[in-house]
């Protein structure tokens, strides 16, 4: 299929952007790395009047390290966050997780900010986000706000975006020294998105889990922390009883959707395998 008729722009600055999108309203849709927008367009499950293309915006693809963190442009690709040394240090589960997204092609055009203001349920990076209590800053005409990683994602494909805004960078804070990261998906083929993921960290402390943050996806309608599991690790040692009274409180917490690709029990079982998989490499300190 071809998608419905619409108006091309492709704004240079991003003054020019916040008026094509006041210009428009809920009519103009911001065009990325094209990867979600152009099939939806194509199958016209979306018909906006305006595509604002802004992959021509200069100042939204850069990755820096500044007093805020580790700052990512909204326009950087995929494909250039798996290669970045800075990524690997600074952001190990991202730089974990991205081989998992898609495939080298799709990762070539798609963007981070994209794949954040996309939403997907099962998507890797929102929930690495979420894991590295990273922070969104969202722009428009007039200012900015900045919006932490949990409230960003509001449900299914749903975010904390308003219209006339563009997200516009994500930063993610310095670790305190003992955080220890480890990221795990499982889907039917490699490339596919997952039925079940988990980006994970824990600060150690002689041996035992002083801090952690457990974050599945695929398993509900946003990136879920599963606050009980954690609670349930902090002042253990990784081993069986640490893991296994944190998948009960696992279970206790999940509720995790069907579909043609996996029904509930399938996905519970998954978050379980994923929980002590990961839990066990972090306790060994491996990624
Ligand atoms: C075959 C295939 C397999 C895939 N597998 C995976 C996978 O395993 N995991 C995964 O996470 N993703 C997967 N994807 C999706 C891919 O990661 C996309 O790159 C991503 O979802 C969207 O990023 P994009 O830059 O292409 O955004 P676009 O498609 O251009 O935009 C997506 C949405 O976000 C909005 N948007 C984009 N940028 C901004 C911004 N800066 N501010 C505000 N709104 C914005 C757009 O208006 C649109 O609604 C797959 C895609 C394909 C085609």
Same mark, same amino acid.
């Given at each position: 299929?071809?998608?419905?008729?619409? %108006?091309?722009?492709?704004? &240079?600055?991003?003054? #020019?952007?916040?008026?094509? *999108?006041?210009?428009?309203?809920?009519?103009?849709?911001?065009?990325?790395?094209?990867?979600? *927008? @152009?099939?939806?367009?194509?199958?016209? $499950?979306?018909?906006?009047?305006?595509?604002?293309?802004?992959?021509?915006?200069? %100042?939204?693809?850069?990755?820096?390290?500044? &007093? #805020?963190?580790?700052?990512?442009? =909204?326009?950087?690709?995929?494909?250039?966050? %798996?290669?970045? +040394?800075?990524?690997?240090?600074?952001?190990? $589960?991202?730089?974990?997780?991205?081989?998992? @997204?898609?495939?080298?092609?799709?990762? +070539?055009?798609?963007?981070?900010?994209? &794949?954040?203001?996309?939403?997907?349920?099962? +998507? !890797?990076?929102? =929930?690495?986000?979420?894991?590295?209590?990273?922070?969104?800053?969202?722009?428009?005409?007039?200012? &900015?706000?900045?919006?932490? =990683?949990? /409230?960003?994602?509001?449900?299914?494909?749903?975010?904390?975006?308003?219209?006339? !805004?563009? *997200?516009?960078?994500?930063?993610?804070?310095?670790?305190?020294?003992?955080?220890?990261?480890?990221?795990?998906?499982?889907?039917?083929?490699?490339?596919?998105? =997952? $039925?079940?993921?988990?980006?994970?960290?824990?600060?150690? %402390?002689?041996?035992?889990?002083?801090?952690?943050?457990?974050?599945?996806?695929?398993?509900?309608?946003?990136?879920?922390?599963?606050?009980?599991?954690?609670?349930?690790?902090?002042?253990?040692?990784?081993?069986?009883?640490?893991?296994?009274?944190?998948?009960?409180?696992?279970?206790?917490?999940?509720?995790?959707?069907?579909?043609?690709?996996?029904?509930?029990?399938?996905?519970?079982?998954?978050?379980?395998?994923?929980? #002590?998989? @990961?839990?066990?490499?972090?306790? /060994?300190?491996?990624?």
């Amino acid at each position: 299929m071809k998608p419905a008729p619409f %108006e091309y722009h492709r704004p &240079s600055s991003l003054a #020019e952007t916040f008026d094509l *999108l006041d210009r428009y309203g809920d009519a103009g849709r911001i065009l990325a790395g094209g990867q979600s *927008l @152009v099939p939806t367009l194509n199958m016209r $499950l979306v018909s906006p009047r305006a595509v604002i293309d802004i992959n021509r915006l200069p %100042e939204l693809d850069a990755i820096r390290e500044t &007093s #805020e963190g580790l700052v990512i442009g =909204a326009l950087v690709r995929q494909g250039a966050l %798996e290669r970045s +040394a800075l990524v690997r240090e600074r952001a190990p $589960l991202f730089a974990a997780a991205i081989p998992h @997204v898609g495939h080298a092609a799709i990762r +070539a055009r798609g963007t981070i900010g994209g &794949s954040l203001a996309l939403a997907d349920p099962a +998507a !890797e990076l929102p =929930a690495c986000a979420v894991a590295m209590d990273a922070t969104m800053r969202l722009s428009r005409r007039g200012g &900015s706000r900045t919006v932490g =990683a949990p /409230e960003f994602f509001r449900g299914i494909y749903t975010t904390a975006l308003e219209p006339g !805004e563009v *997200l516009t960078k994500i930063a993610i804070p310095r670790a305190a020294p003992g955080w220890r990261w480890g990221f795990d998906e499982l889907a039917r083929r490699h490339g596919d998105f =997952a $039925l079940a993921g988990l980006a994970a960290g824990a600060r150690v %402390e002689g041996g035992a889990i002083v801090e952690a943050r457990l974050v599945f996806f695929g398993v509900g309608t946003t990136p879920l922390r599963a606050h009980g599991a954690e609670a349930a690790l902090i002042g253990r040692r990784v081993g069986a009883e640490a893991l296994g009274r944190a998948i009960e409180a696992l279970d206790e917490a999940l509720d995790p959707p069907g579909d043609i690709h996996g029904s509930p029990a399938l996905r519970r079982h998954l978050a379980r395998v994923l929980l #002590e998989r @990961v839990v066990r490499r972090l306790g /060994e300190d491996r990624v």
